[in-house]
Protein backbone atom coordinates (compact mmCIF):
# COMPACT_ATOMS: atom_id res chain seq x y z
CA UNK A 1 0.00 0.00 0.00
CA UNK A 2 1.47 3.17 -1.20
CA UNK A 3 2.58 5.92 1.86
CA UNK A 4 -0.35 8.15 1.33
CA UNK A 5 -2.93 5.71 1.51
CA UNK A 6 -1.49 4.04 4.77
CA UNK A 7 -1.43 7.46 6.50
CA UNK A 8 -4.91 8.30 5.01
CA UNK A 9 -6.45 4.72 6.35
CA UNK A 10 -4.26 5.37 9.80
CA UNK A 11 -6.22 8.75 10.05
CA UNK A 12 -9.71 7.34 9.28
CA UNK A 13 -9.03 4.54 12.24
CA UNK A 14 -7.78 7.47 14.25
CA UNK A 15 -10.77 9.90 14.30
CA UNK A 16 -13.23 7.18 13.68
CA UNK A 17 -11.71 5.57 16.86
CA UNK A 18 -12.06 9.23 18.66
CA UNK A 19 -15.59 10.03 17.24
CA UNK A 20 -16.27 6.31 19.12
CA UNK A 21 -14.51 7.01 22.22
CA UNK A 22 -15.99 10.61 22.77
CA UNK A 23 -19.71 9.63 22.17
CA UNK A 24 -19.60 6.25 23.89
CA UNK A 25 -16.71 6.18 26.21
CA UNK A 26 -15.10 3.49 24.65
CA UNK A 27 -11.55 2.29 24.95
CA UNK A 28 -9.13 -0.11 23.50
CA UNK A 29 -5.83 -0.34 24.95
CA UNK A 30 -3.45 -3.03 24.39
CA UNK A 31 -1.49 -4.69 27.81
CA UNK A 32 1.59 -5.89 27.70
CA UNK A 33 4.17 -6.51 30.21
CA UNK A 34 8.37 -6.17 29.75
CA UNK A 35 10.58 -8.57 31.56
CA UNK A 36 13.49 -6.27 32.14
CA UNK A 37 16.07 -8.54 31.99
CA UNK A 38 16.03 -8.12 27.64
CA UNK A 39 16.28 -4.11 28.12
CA UNK A 40 18.95 -2.76 25.83
CA UNK A 41 22.05 -1.67 27.08
CA UNK A 42 22.82 1.87 28.73
CA UNK A 43 24.23 3.57 25.52
CA UNK A 44 26.09 7.17 25.63
CA UNK A 45 24.46 10.24 26.73
CA UNK A 46 24.42 12.64 23.31
CA UNK A 47 23.35 15.55 25.82
CA UNK A 48 24.97 14.67 29.02
CA UNK A 49 21.88 14.67 31.20
CA UNK A 50 21.73 13.14 34.57
CA UNK A 51 19.57 10.39 35.30
CA UNK A 52 18.19 9.66 38.96
CA UNK A 53 14.96 8.41 40.91
CA UNK A 54 13.60 11.83 42.63
CA UNK A 55 12.31 12.34 46.32
CA UNK A 56 8.65 14.12 47.28
CA UNK A 57 11.28 16.92 48.02
CA UNK A 58 11.90 17.09 44.25
CA UNK A 59 8.44 16.53 43.11
CA UNK A 60 7.49 18.89 45.57
CA UNK A 61 9.60 21.76 44.01
CA UNK A 62 9.12 20.78 40.35
CA UNK A 63 5.50 20.79 40.79
CA UNK A 64 5.93 24.41 40.46
CA UNK A 65 6.59 24.63 37.13
CA UNK A 66 3.33 23.86 35.24
CA UNK A 67 5.97 23.34 32.12
CA UNK A 68 6.64 19.84 33.90
CA UNK A 69 2.91 18.93 34.19
CA UNK A 70 3.16 17.61 37.88
CA UNK A 71 0.62 17.73 40.63
CA UNK A 72 1.33 18.44 44.35
CA UNK A 73 -0.54 15.49 45.42
CA UNK A 74 1.97 13.20 43.68
CA UNK A 75 4.03 13.98 46.65
CA UNK A 76 2.22 11.43 48.64
CA UNK A 77 2.69 8.95 46.32
CA UNK A 78 6.61 9.00 46.47
CA UNK A 79 6.63 9.82 50.27
CA UNK A 80 4.64 6.41 51.17
CA UNK A 81 7.14 4.40 48.66
CA UNK A 82 3.70 3.68 46.63
CA UNK A 83 5.62 5.17 43.31
CA UNK A 84 8.70 5.73 42.12
CA UNK A 85 9.31 8.53 39.38
CA UNK A 86 12.97 8.14 37.31
CA UNK A 87 13.75 11.56 35.66
CA UNK A 88 16.85 12.88 33.13
CA UNK A 89 17.65 16.18 34.31
CA UNK A 90 19.49 19.20 32.37
CA UNK A 91 21.36 20.61 35.37
CA UNK A 92 18.73 21.60 37.38
CA UNK A 93 15.58 21.62 35.22
CA UNK A 94 13.88 18.30 34.64
CA UNK A 95 13.79 17.00 31.20
CA UNK A 96 12.13 13.83 31.04
CA UNK A 97 10.52 11.48 33.83
CA UNK A 98 8.57 7.95 33.66
CA UNK A 99 6.20 7.61 36.79
CA UNK A 100 5.76 3.90 37.78
CA UNK A 101 2.96 2.28 40.38
CA UNK A 102 4.72 -0.70 42.27
CA UNK A 103 2.11 -3.62 43.40
CA UNK A 104 -0.96 -2.06 42.37
CA UNK A 105 -2.73 1.60 40.64
CA UNK A 106 -5.86 2.72 41.65
CA UNK A 107 -8.39 2.88 38.88
CA UNK A 108 -8.02 6.61 37.81
CA UNK A 109 -4.38 6.07 36.63
CA UNK A 110 -5.27 2.88 34.62
CA UNK A 111 -7.97 3.43 32.16
CA UNK A 112 -10.70 3.38 34.63
CA UNK A 113 -10.05 0.38 36.28
CA UNK A 114 -8.17 -0.68 39.15
CA UNK A 115 -5.11 -3.70 38.74
CA UNK A 116 -3.09 -5.51 41.71
CA UNK A 117 0.09 -7.33 40.93
CA UNK A 118 3.40 -8.44 43.28
CA UNK A 119 5.79 -6.64 44.24
CA UNK A 120 8.27 -7.53 41.79
CA UNK A 121 5.74 -5.83 38.91
CA UNK A 122 5.86 -1.81 38.29
CA UNK A 123 3.27 -0.12 35.78
CA UNK A 124 3.90 3.02 33.80
CA UNK A 125 1.57 5.17 34.30
CA UNK A 126 2.95 8.21 33.16
CA UNK A 127 5.97 9.22 30.60
CA UNK A 128 6.64 13.01 30.01
CA UNK A 129 9.08 14.92 28.28
CA UNK A 130 9.47 19.00 28.62
CA UNK A 131 8.22 20.43 25.57
CA UNK A 132 11.38 22.53 24.44
CA UNK A 133 13.42 19.08 25.13
CA UNK A 134 10.92 16.77 22.69
CA UNK A 135 11.79 15.57 19.34
CA UNK A 136 15.55 14.83 20.49
CA UNK A 137 15.04 10.96 21.12
CA UNK A 138 15.43 11.53 25.07
CA UNK A 139 12.49 9.46 26.39
CA UNK A 140 13.66 5.73 25.21
CA UNK A 141 17.44 5.84 26.35
CA UNK A 142 15.72 7.32 29.44
CA UNK A 143 13.27 4.65 29.69
CA UNK A 144 16.11 2.21 29.34
CA UNK A 145 18.06 4.13 32.34
CA UNK A 146 14.75 3.49 34.10
CA UNK A 147 14.55 -0.37 33.44
CA UNK A 148 18.18 -1.05 34.36
CA UNK A 149 17.64 1.07 37.81
CA UNK A 150 14.35 -0.64 38.68
CA UNK A 151 15.67 -3.91 37.85
CA UNK A 152 18.77 -3.21 40.18
CA UNK A 153 16.04 -2.25 42.99
CA UNK A 154 14.36 -5.73 42.86
CA UNK A 155 11.80 -5.08 40.22
CA UNK A 156 11.71 -7.77 37.39
CA UNK A 157 9.01 -7.19 35.29
CA UNK A 158 6.88 -3.64 33.83
CA UNK A 159 3.42 -3.63 32.47
CA UNK A 160 1.96 -1.06 30.69
CA UNK A 161 -1.64 -0.23 29.16
CA UNK A 162 -1.65 2.12 25.62
CA UNK A 163 -4.48 2.72 23.37
CA UNK A 164 -4.83 0.94 20.14
CA UNK A 165 -4.15 4.25 18.15
CA UNK A 166 -1.37 5.36 20.15
CA UNK A 167 0.32 3.74 17.61
CA UNK A 168 4.42 6.06 18.08
CA UNK A 169 4.23 4.03 21.51
CA UNK A 170 3.44 1.03 20.52
CA UNK A 171 6.45 0.95 18.09
CA UNK A 172 8.66 2.15 21.22
CA UNK A 173 7.84 -0.62 23.35
CA UNK A 174 8.51 -2.91 20.81
CA UNK A 175 11.81 -2.10 20.97
CA UNK A 176 11.49 -4.11 24.80
CA UNK A 177 10.12 -7.42 23.32
CA UNK A 178 6.78 -7.22 25.03
CA UNK A 179 4.73 -9.94 25.80
CA UNK A 180 0.83 -9.24 25.38
CA UNK A 181 -1.70 -10.40 28.11
CA UNK A 182 -4.84 -9.35 25.63
CA UNK A 183 -7.07 -6.30 24.91
CA UNK A 184 -8.11 -4.11 28.04
CA UNK A 185 -12.03 -2.77 26.74
CA UNK A 186 -14.15 -0.36 28.50
CA UNK A 187 -17.37 1.65 28.13
CA UNK A 188 -18.32 4.46 29.99
CA UNK A 189 -17.70 8.16 30.59
CA UNK A 190 -15.41 8.61 33.64
CA UNK A 191 -16.28 5.27 35.67
CA UNK A 192 -16.33 2.46 33.77
CA UNK A 193 -20.11 0.52 33.33
CA UNK A 194 -18.87 -2.70 31.21
CA UNK A 195 -15.09 -3.81 31.00
CA UNK A 196 -13.39 -6.45 28.92
CA UNK A 197 -10.07 -7.40 30.89
CA UNK A 198 -6.99 -8.68 28.75
CA UNK A 199 -7.01 -13.24 28.74
CA UNK A 200 -3.40 -13.31 29.58
CA UNK A 201 -3.02 -11.44 32.60
CA UNK A 202 -4.73 -14.08 35.31
CA UNK A 203 -1.78 -16.35 34.59
CA UNK A 204 0.98 -13.42 34.82
CA UNK A 205 -1.10 -13.09 38.73
CA UNK A 206 -1.94 -9.67 37.49
CA UNK A 207 -5.55 -8.87 38.47
CA UNK A 208 -7.85 -6.55 36.92
CA UNK A 209 -10.67 -4.89 38.85
CA UNK A 210 -9.09 -5.67 42.27
CA UNK A 211 -8.08 -2.97 44.36
CA UNK A 212 -4.63 -2.62 45.25
CA UNK A 213 -4.24 -3.60 49.40
CA UNK A 214 -0.97 -3.68 51.55
CA UNK A 215 1.14 -1.69 48.53
CA UNK A 216 4.99 -2.75 49.03
CA UNK A 217 6.15 -0.10 51.28
CA UNK A 218 9.40 1.27 50.00
CA UNK A 219 11.64 3.52 52.26
CA UNK A 220 11.75 7.20 50.97
CA UNK A 221 15.60 7.38 51.62
CA UNK A 222 15.90 4.44 48.92
CA UNK A 223 14.49 6.84 46.33
CA UNK A 224 17.75 9.23 46.69
CA UNK A 225 20.33 7.01 44.80
CA UNK A 226 21.71 8.24 41.34
CA UNK A 227 21.43 5.65 38.58
CA UNK A 228 23.30 6.27 35.36
Keep these: MPRRFRNLWQASRYYGY ?8 LHVSRV ?9 PITADR ?11 DVWSFA ?6 LEASMVDRLADGNDLCFA ?14 ISGVEAEHAMGVPIRFGNDTAYLYKAY ?37 NWSSLASYGHFQPQQLGRLITLGHRKPWWAHYPRGAAAEAIEFGKTPSERCARSPESLTAVEA
Design 18 to 25: RAISRGLG
Design 32 to 40: FILDLKRTP
Design 47 to 57: YDLTYRFLTAD
Design 64 to 69: ADPAND
Design 88 to 101: ALDGSTLVNYNWYA
Design 129 to 165: TRPEYRGRGINFPAVVRAFHALHQRGVRRVMGIVECV
